[in-house]
């Protein structure tokens, strides 16, 4: 599955190279998911946070 996230040295959205789900720390003590990637035109770690669910 291609996830689009923005890239932020590139100022434009691209499909992420090799997306990792993770989760982070959110308020409350709560898990946030988000994805992880790589810019497939400049090579930048890429985030996206996703939501509920």
Known sequence: ???VAYCVKCKAKRDM???KEISMKGKGGTKRRAMTGICPKCGTKMFKILGKA
Do not use: I, K, T
């Open 17 to 19: 190279n090799s997306p």
């Open 1 to 3: 599955m291609a996830e």
